[in-house]
Protein backbone atom coordinates (compact mmCIF):
# COMPACT_ATOMS: atom_id res chain seq x y z
CA UNK A 1 0.00 0.00 0.00
CA UNK A 2 1.48 3.66 -0.96
CA UNK A 3 0.92 6.12 1.57
CA UNK A 4 1.32 9.94 1.26
CA UNK A 5 3.51 11.00 3.83
CA UNK A 6 4.24 14.91 2.85
CA UNK A 7 3.27 18.39 4.38
CA UNK A 8 -0.24 19.23 4.21
CA UNK A 9 -0.34 23.06 2.55
CA UNK A 10 -1.53 26.08 4.49
CA UNK A 11 -4.84 26.05 2.22
CA UNK A 12 -5.87 22.51 3.88
CA UNK A 13 -4.80 23.55 7.42
CA UNK A 14 -7.21 26.19 6.84
CA UNK A 15 -10.05 24.12 5.52
CA UNK A 16 -9.75 21.92 8.82
CA UNK A 17 -10.33 25.13 11.36
CA UNK A 18 -13.53 25.01 12.36
CA UNK A 19 -15.01 26.61 15.68
CA UNK A 20 -18.18 24.51 15.14
CA UNK A 21 -18.60 21.10 14.49
CA UNK A 22 -20.64 19.77 11.50
CA UNK A 23 -23.26 16.96 11.86
CA UNK A 24 -22.50 14.25 9.72
CA UNK A 25 -25.39 14.00 6.91
CA UNK A 26 -26.54 10.84 7.90
CA UNK A 27 -27.47 12.21 11.27
CA UNK A 28 -29.81 14.97 9.50
CA UNK A 29 -33.30 14.66 8.76
CA UNK A 30 -34.83 16.53 5.80
CA UNK A 31 -37.75 18.13 6.24
CA UNK A 32 -40.40 20.14 3.81
CA UNK A 33 -41.04 22.00 7.28
CA UNK A 34 -37.66 22.75 7.54
CA UNK A 35 -36.81 23.86 3.97
CA UNK A 36 -40.14 25.94 3.80
CA UNK A 37 -38.56 27.83 6.97
CA UNK A 38 -35.48 27.85 5.03
CA UNK A 39 -36.62 29.50 2.25
CA UNK A 40 -39.02 32.64 4.23
CA UNK A 41 -35.89 32.76 6.42
CA UNK A 42 -33.56 34.02 3.20
CA UNK A 43 -36.36 36.14 1.70
CA UNK A 44 -36.78 37.89 5.21
CA UNK A 45 -33.30 38.00 6.04
CA UNK A 46 -32.95 39.56 2.02
CA UNK A 47 -35.76 42.07 2.84
CA UNK A 48 -34.62 43.30 6.27
CA UNK A 49 -31.05 43.65 4.95
CA UNK A 50 -32.55 46.18 1.80
CA UNK A 51 -34.14 48.05 4.18
CA UNK A 52 -31.48 48.86 6.40
CA UNK A 53 -29.32 49.77 3.32
CA UNK A 54 -31.44 52.09 1.98
CA UNK A 55 -32.58 53.64 5.47
CA UNK A 56 -28.51 54.09 6.21
CA UNK A 57 -27.96 55.80 2.55
CA UNK A 58 -31.22 58.12 3.17
CA UNK A 59 -30.08 59.20 6.35
CA UNK A 60 -31.90 61.74 8.37
CA UNK A 61 -32.29 65.71 7.81
CA UNK A 62 -30.74 68.44 10.07
CA UNK A 63 -31.87 71.98 9.90
CA UNK A 64 -29.50 74.39 12.00
CA UNK A 65 -30.02 77.93 12.26
CA UNK A 66 -26.52 80.29 12.29
CA UNK A 67 -26.12 84.09 11.85
CA UNK A 68 -25.59 85.50 8.67
CA UNK A 69 -22.27 86.57 8.10
CA UNK A 70 -21.73 86.82 4.28
CA UNK A 71 -22.07 90.51 3.80
CA UNK A 72 -20.76 90.42 0.94
CA UNK A 73 -22.80 88.01 -0.96
CA UNK A 74 -24.89 89.13 -3.85
CA UNK A 75 -28.84 88.29 -3.84
CA UNK A 76 -30.02 86.75 -7.15
CA UNK A 77 -33.62 87.30 -8.28
CA UNK A 78 -35.42 85.48 -10.80
CA UNK A 79 -38.26 86.95 -12.42
CA UNK A 80 -41.06 86.11 -14.96
CA UNK A 81 -44.14 88.03 -14.77
CA UNK A 82 -46.87 89.31 -16.86
CA UNK A 83 -48.72 91.80 -16.90
CA UNK A 84 -52.13 92.64 -18.24
CA UNK A 85 -51.05 96.28 -19.68
CA UNK A 86 -48.79 96.90 -22.66
CA UNK A 87 -45.02 97.33 -22.21
CA UNK A 88 -45.02 101.01 -23.59
CA UNK A 89 -47.20 101.61 -20.32
CA UNK A 90 -45.15 100.24 -17.77
CA UNK A 91 -41.63 100.59 -15.80
CA UNK A 92 -40.46 97.83 -13.88
CA UNK A 93 -36.92 99.34 -11.76
CA UNK A 94 -35.73 98.31 -8.35
CA UNK A 95 -34.17 100.49 -5.32
CA UNK A 96 -32.58 99.02 -2.63
CA UNK A 97 -31.29 100.64 0.97
CA UNK A 98 -28.29 101.59 -0.29
CA UNK A 99 -29.63 103.61 -3.01
CA UNK A 100 -27.16 102.11 -5.27
CA UNK A 101 -28.04 102.96 -9.25
CA UNK A 102 -30.61 100.48 -10.66
CA UNK A 103 -28.29 100.02 -13.84
CA UNK A 104 -26.11 97.73 -11.89
CA UNK A 105 -28.71 95.27 -10.79
CA UNK A 106 -29.46 94.37 -14.31
CA UNK A 107 -32.16 95.03 -16.70
CA UNK A 108 -35.14 92.91 -17.37
CA UNK A 109 -36.76 91.63 -20.70
CA UNK A 110 -39.52 92.98 -21.83
CA UNK A 111 -42.10 91.36 -24.14
CA UNK A 112 -45.47 92.42 -25.46
CA UNK A 113 -48.07 89.40 -25.73
CA UNK A 114 -51.54 88.85 -25.17
CA UNK A 115 -52.88 88.43 -21.01
CA UNK A 116 -55.04 85.45 -22.19
CA UNK A 117 -53.54 82.13 -22.25
CA UNK A 118 -54.38 79.40 -24.94
CA UNK A 119 -55.38 76.41 -24.09
CA UNK A 120 -52.24 73.97 -23.59
CA UNK A 121 -50.62 77.34 -21.72
CA UNK A 122 -53.17 77.49 -19.48
CA UNK A 123 -53.45 73.34 -18.60
CA UNK A 124 -49.43 73.96 -17.81
CA UNK A 125 -49.88 77.17 -15.49
CA UNK A 126 -52.60 75.11 -14.27
CA UNK A 127 -51.03 72.55 -13.45
CA UNK A 128 -48.33 74.36 -11.59
CA UNK A 129 -50.48 76.36 -9.65
CA UNK A 130 -52.26 73.48 -8.36
CA UNK A 131 -49.21 71.49 -7.63
CA UNK A 132 -47.21 74.37 -5.72
CA UNK A 133 -50.40 75.16 -3.89
CA UNK A 134 -50.97 71.51 -2.58
CA UNK A 135 -47.56 71.55 -1.56
CA UNK A 136 -47.85 74.51 0.71
CA UNK A 137 -50.86 72.73 1.97
CA UNK A 138 -49.13 69.26 2.84
CA UNK A 139 -45.63 70.83 3.42
CA UNK A 140 -45.87 69.61 7.16
CA UNK A 141 -46.40 65.71 5.88
CA UNK A 142 -44.20 65.77 2.61
CA UNK A 143 -41.26 67.86 3.61
CA UNK A 144 -38.44 65.22 3.90
CA UNK A 145 -39.57 63.51 0.68
CA UNK A 146 -38.83 67.23 -1.29
CA UNK A 147 -35.76 67.67 0.24
CA UNK A 148 -34.90 64.58 -0.95
CA UNK A 149 -36.64 63.96 -4.12
CA UNK A 150 -37.20 67.19 -5.49
CA UNK A 151 -40.15 68.69 -7.14
CA UNK A 152 -39.14 69.86 -10.61
CA UNK A 153 -42.23 70.34 -12.02
CA UNK A 154 -43.20 73.29 -9.81
CA UNK A 155 -40.48 75.21 -11.67
CA UNK A 156 -41.66 74.48 -15.03
CA UNK A 157 -42.34 77.16 -17.65
CA UNK A 158 -45.52 77.85 -19.96
CA UNK A 159 -44.78 76.81 -23.11
CA UNK A 160 -44.40 79.22 -26.27
CA UNK A 161 -47.99 80.45 -27.69
CA UNK A 162 -48.16 79.16 -31.01
CA UNK A 163 -50.99 80.62 -32.63
CA UNK A 164 -51.41 84.59 -32.22
CA UNK A 165 -54.60 86.39 -32.03
CA UNK A 166 -55.55 88.83 -34.57
CA UNK A 167 -55.16 91.86 -32.10
CA UNK A 168 -52.98 94.01 -30.59
CA UNK A 169 -51.14 92.32 -27.56
CA UNK A 170 -52.58 93.89 -24.70
CA UNK A 171 -50.21 92.40 -21.65
CA UNK A 172 -46.36 92.73 -21.07
CA UNK A 173 -44.56 89.96 -20.12
CA UNK A 174 -40.98 90.87 -18.00
CA UNK A 175 -38.73 88.51 -17.55
CA UNK A 176 -35.01 88.06 -16.60
CA UNK A 177 -32.48 87.94 -13.68
CA UNK A 178 -31.15 90.84 -10.96
CA UNK A 179 -28.14 90.58 -9.14
CA UNK A 180 -29.00 92.88 -6.09
CA UNK A 181 -27.53 93.75 -3.27
CA UNK A 182 -27.68 91.68 0.10
CA UNK A 183 -29.87 94.21 1.66
CA UNK A 184 -33.51 95.41 2.15
CA UNK A 185 -35.08 96.62 -0.75
CA UNK A 186 -38.23 97.25 -3.28
CA UNK A 187 -39.07 95.98 -6.62
CA UNK A 188 -42.19 97.79 -8.21
CA UNK A 189 -43.57 97.29 -11.47
CA UNK A 190 -45.76 100.69 -12.08
CA UNK A 191 -47.54 102.84 -15.30
CA UNK A 192 -44.90 105.01 -16.69
CA UNK A 193 -41.44 104.79 -17.54
CA UNK A 194 -38.77 105.60 -14.55
CA UNK A 195 -36.34 108.40 -14.99
CA UNK A 196 -33.09 107.98 -13.16
CA UNK A 197 -31.56 110.52 -10.81
CA UNK A 198 -28.32 110.50 -8.88
CA UNK A 199 -30.34 109.54 -5.92
CA UNK A 200 -32.88 107.19 -6.73
CA UNK A 201 -35.08 107.59 -9.55
CA UNK A 202 -39.01 108.45 -10.33
CA UNK A 203 -41.96 107.25 -12.54
CA UNK A 204 -43.63 109.26 -15.26
CA UNK A 205 -46.86 108.04 -13.75
CA UNK A 206 -48.84 111.59 -13.90
CA UNK A 207 -48.68 111.60 -18.24
CA UNK A 208 -50.86 108.06 -17.81
CA UNK A 209 -53.46 109.18 -15.40
CA UNK A 210 -56.41 109.52 -17.64
CA UNK A 211 -54.82 105.91 -19.39
CA UNK A 212 -57.11 102.42 -17.93
CA UNK A 213 -54.80 100.84 -15.89
CA UNK A 214 -55.13 97.12 -15.20
CA UNK A 215 -52.48 95.46 -12.44
CA UNK A 216 -53.78 92.20 -13.01
CA UNK A 217 -51.03 89.93 -13.46
CA UNK A 218 -49.41 86.57 -13.73
CA UNK A 219 -46.26 85.01 -11.83
CA UNK A 220 -44.95 82.45 -13.43
CA UNK A 221 -41.71 82.93 -11.61
CA UNK A 222 -40.37 84.87 -8.62
CA UNK A 223 -37.50 83.38 -6.71
CA UNK A 224 -33.85 83.93 -5.30
CA UNK A 225 -30.83 82.40 -5.59
CA UNK A 226 -30.65 79.38 -7.80
CA UNK A 227 -33.36 76.45 -7.55
CA UNK A 228 -33.00 73.67 -4.63
CA UNK A 229 -34.35 70.83 -3.66
CA UNK A 230 -37.57 71.40 -0.91
CA UNK A 231 -38.22 74.82 -1.43
CA UNK A 232 -41.30 75.76 -2.16
CA UNK A 233 -41.46 79.52 -3.93
CA UNK A 234 -45.17 80.74 -2.66
CA UNK A 235 -45.67 82.96 -5.27
CA UNK A 236 -44.85 80.94 -8.51
CA UNK A 237 -48.16 80.05 -9.82
CA UNK A 238 -50.01 82.95 -8.60
CA UNK A 239 -52.36 84.76 -10.26
CA UNK A 240 -54.55 88.13 -9.23
CA UNK A 241 -57.35 89.20 -11.71
CA UNK A 242 -59.53 92.58 -11.25
CA UNK A 243 -61.95 94.06 -13.05
CA UNK A 244 -60.86 97.61 -11.47
CA UNK A 245 -58.97 100.07 -12.48
CA UNK A 246 -56.05 101.80 -10.00
CA UNK A 247 -55.42 98.50 -8.13
CA UNK A 248 -51.82 98.49 -5.53
CA UNK A 249 -50.89 95.00 -4.81
CA UNK A 250 -48.76 94.68 -2.13
CA UNK A 251 -45.96 91.64 -1.32
CA UNK A 252 -44.06 91.70 1.88
CA UNK A 253 -41.37 89.05 0.88
CA UNK A 254 -38.78 87.77 3.96
CA UNK A 255 -35.69 86.66 2.49
CA UNK A 256 -33.78 83.97 3.94
CA UNK A 257 -30.43 82.38 3.27
CA UNK A 258 -30.27 78.74 2.95
CA UNK A 259 -26.88 76.79 2.64
CA UNK A 260 -27.89 73.12 1.13
CA UNK A 261 -25.31 70.49 1.68
CA UNK A 262 -27.03 66.59 0.95
CA UNK A 263 -26.15 63.98 -1.12
CA UNK A 264 -27.69 65.15 -4.00
CA UNK A 265 -26.70 69.07 -4.33
CA UNK A 266 -24.72 71.53 -2.20
CA UNK A 267 -25.55 74.95 -3.26
CA UNK A 268 -25.92 78.11 -1.39
CA UNK A 269 -29.47 79.47 -2.25
CA UNK A 270 -32.32 81.64 -0.33
CA UNK A 271 -36.36 80.79 0.76
CA UNK A 272 -38.48 83.11 1.46
CA UNK A 273 -41.91 83.80 3.61
CA UNK A 274 -44.49 86.14 1.68
CA UNK A 275 -47.49 88.19 2.88
CA UNK A 276 -50.08 89.94 0.52
CA UNK A 277 -52.31 93.08 0.67
CA UNK A 278 -54.17 94.60 -2.31
CA UNK A 279 -56.67 97.56 -2.01
CA UNK A 280 -57.79 100.47 -4.67
CA UNK A 281 -56.09 103.35 -4.68
CA UNK A 282 -59.01 106.49 -4.65
CA UNK A 283 -57.52 109.69 -2.86
CA UNK A 284 -61.34 111.21 -3.04
CA UNK A 285 -61.66 107.67 -0.66
CA UNK A 286 -58.87 108.23 1.13
CA UNK A 287 -56.83 104.91 0.37
CA UNK A 288 -54.03 107.52 -0.78
CA UNK A 289 -50.66 105.53 -2.72
CA UNK A 290 -49.70 104.73 -6.28
CA UNK A 291 -50.90 101.69 -8.02
CA UNK A 292 -48.91 99.06 -9.05
CA UNK A 293 -47.19 96.12 -8.06
CA UNK A 294 -44.72 96.14 -5.62
CA UNK A 295 -42.37 93.56 -3.98
CA UNK A 296 -40.51 94.95 -0.55
CA UNK A 297 -37.90 92.83 0.39
CA UNK A 298 -35.96 92.26 3.36
CA UNK A 299 -33.16 90.07 4.55
CA UNK A 300 -33.23 87.55 7.79
CA UNK A 301 -30.50 87.63 9.90
CA UNK A 302 -30.12 84.19 10.35
CA UNK A 303 -29.48 81.62 7.97
CA UNK A 304 -30.40 78.19 7.74
CA UNK A 305 -27.94 74.87 7.40
CA UNK A 306 -29.68 72.32 5.62
CA UNK A 307 -27.11 68.90 5.69
CA UNK A 308 -27.82 65.01 6.11
CA UNK A 309 -26.72 63.33 9.28
CA UNK A 310 -25.75 59.55 9.02
CA UNK A 311 -25.01 57.23 11.62
CA UNK A 312 -21.54 55.24 12.23
CA UNK A 313 -20.95 52.78 9.92
CA UNK A 314 -20.06 50.08 12.74
CA UNK A 315 -22.87 50.17 14.21
CA UNK A 316 -24.71 50.35 11.01
CA UNK A 317 -22.63 46.48 11.02
CA UNK A 318 -23.33 45.42 13.94
CA UNK A 319 -27.10 45.93 13.77
CA UNK A 320 -27.42 44.64 10.41
CA UNK A 321 -25.22 40.86 11.80
CA UNK A 322 -27.62 41.35 15.13
CA UNK A 323 -30.94 41.40 12.74
CA UNK A 324 -29.41 38.59 10.34
CA UNK A 325 -28.71 36.00 14.04
CA UNK A 326 -31.69 37.11 15.14
CA UNK A 327 -34.00 36.29 12.82
CA UNK A 328 -32.05 32.19 12.39
CA UNK A 329 -32.55 32.19 16.43
CA UNK A 330 -35.99 32.86 15.87
CA UNK A 331 -37.16 30.71 13.13
CA UNK A 332 -35.02 27.91 14.30
CA UNK A 333 -37.43 28.11 17.56
CA UNK A 334 -40.50 28.02 15.29
CA UNK A 335 -39.42 25.26 13.63
CA UNK A 336 -38.28 23.36 16.28
CA UNK A 337 -41.96 23.84 17.79
CA UNK A 338 -43.82 23.13 14.32
CA UNK A 339 -41.80 19.85 13.82
CA UNK A 340 -42.59 19.19 17.64
CA UNK A 341 -46.33 19.74 17.11
CA UNK A 342 -46.11 17.66 13.45
CA UNK A 343 -44.61 14.80 15.61
CA UNK A 344 -46.79 14.53 18.14
CA UNK A 345 -50.04 14.56 16.06
CA UNK A 346 -48.56 11.86 13.87
CA UNK A 347 -47.84 9.58 16.89
CA UNK A 348 -51.14 10.61 18.42
CA UNK A 349 -52.97 10.00 15.23
CA UNK A 350 -51.11 7.32 13.03
CA UNK A 351 -49.07 5.75 15.49
CA UNK A 352 -48.12 2.76 13.28
CA UNK A 353 -47.08 5.72 10.34
CA UNK A 354 -44.46 6.61 12.66
CA UNK A 355 -43.11 3.14 13.86
CA UNK A 356 -42.78 2.49 10.13
CA UNK A 357 -40.40 5.30 9.33
CA UNK A 358 -38.27 4.79 12.36
CA UNK A 359 -37.94 1.23 11.11
CA UNK A 360 -36.89 2.60 7.42
CA UNK A 361 -34.46 5.02 9.12
CA UNK A 362 -32.76 2.64 11.23
CA UNK A 363 -32.97 -0.41 8.37
CA UNK A 364 -29.01 -0.78 7.86
CA UNK A 365 -27.23 -0.28 4.56
CA UNK A 366 -25.63 -2.59 2.67
CA UNK A 367 -21.44 -2.65 2.50
CA UNK A 368 -20.21 -2.82 -0.88
CA UNK A 369 -17.13 -4.86 -0.96
CA UNK A 370 -14.45 -4.31 -3.76
CA UNK A 371 -13.34 -7.66 -4.79
CA UNK A 372 -9.65 -6.80 -6.52
CA UNK A 373 -9.23 -5.51 -2.44
CA UNK A 374 -10.68 -9.56 -1.60
CA UNK A 375 -8.85 -10.96 -3.79
CA UNK A 376 -5.54 -9.11 -3.03
CA UNK A 377 -5.55 -9.33 0.86
CA UNK A 378 -7.21 -12.78 1.07
CA UNK A 379 -5.39 -15.03 -1.63
CA UNK A 380 -10.02 -15.95 -2.37
CA UNK A 381 -10.56 -16.80 -5.84
CA UNK A 382 -12.45 -14.31 -7.62
CA UNK A 383 -15.10 -16.59 -8.58
CA UNK A 384 -16.07 -17.50 -5.09
CA UNK A 385 -16.35 -14.00 -4.28
CA UNK A 386 -18.64 -13.25 -6.77
CA UNK A 387 -20.80 -16.13 -5.58
Same mark, same amino acid.
Given at each position: ?8 NVIDKVKELDAFSKIPEEYVDSTPVGGTFSVITFFIIMWLVYSEVTYYFDSNLVFKFSPDTDMDEKLRINI ?44 ? *??? &? ?8 ? $?????? #???? %? ?102 ? *??? &? ?8 ? $?????? #???? %? ?112
Open positions: MLRYRGKKDITVAMPCSNLGADILDSTSQSVFGFGELTEEDTWFELTQEQQDS *FDA &VKYLNSYLRE $EYHSIW #QLLW %KKGHGSVRATVPARKTKPNRRPDACRLHGILILNKVAGNFHITAGKSLHLPRGHIHLNMMFDDTPQNFSHRINRFSFGSPANGIIYPLEGDEKRTDEENMLYQY *FVE &VVPTDVDTAF $ERIKTF #QYSV %KELERPISHSKGSHGVPGIFFKYDMAALKINVYQERENFLQFMLRLFSIIGGIYIIVGFITTIVLSVRNAFIKKAAPTLLNHRHVLDAKPRPIQVNPLLVQSDLNVPLDIVKQ
